[in-house]
């Protein structure tokens, strides 16, 4: 079974920065795509940012420029940095992982999300 999970939540200032970790375990898997979405409560998950297995990444508009996806392949980890916090930022930050699958469709798994609060 693939597990990501996710770290690196805290409480936050205005303008101030985190990374976030998302490490996945598993057996005999190989992970294509990696990405961040965040979700308010009361509100749909939002897609932050996603990368590639060559390395490609996009951004949303509204974290463009601010946030850093990357990944490291050996470690099955994608990270989120994040600068110029806002408190808008707010939100429960889920990582998903993409599994490739010989011969069958790609399957999504995803962890069980780590709070961000930005507040003074």
């Known amino acids: 079974q693939v597990q990501p999970v996710e770290s690196g939540g805290d409480l936050v200032q205005p303008g101030g920065s985190l990374k976030l970790s998302c490490t996945t375990s598993?057996?005999?898997?190989?992970?294509?795509?990696m990405g961040w979405y965040r979700q308010v409560p009361g509100m749909q998950r939002e897609w932050v940012a996603s990368t590639t297995s060559g390395g490609a990444t996009n951004y949303a508009d509204s974290v463009k420029g601010r946030f850093t996806i990357s990944r490291d392949n050996a470690k099955n980890t994608v990270y989120l940095e994040m600068n110029s916090l806002k408190p808008e930022d707010t939100a429960i930050y889920y990582c998903?992982?993409?599994?490739?699958?010989?011969?069958?469709?790609?399957?999504?798994?995803w962890g069980q999300g780590t709070q961000v609060t930005v507040s003074s």
């Open positions: 998903k992982v993409v599994q490739i699958r010989l011969g069958r469709p790609p399957r999504d798994f």
């Open positions: 598993g057996r005999d898997f190989r992970i294509g795509a």
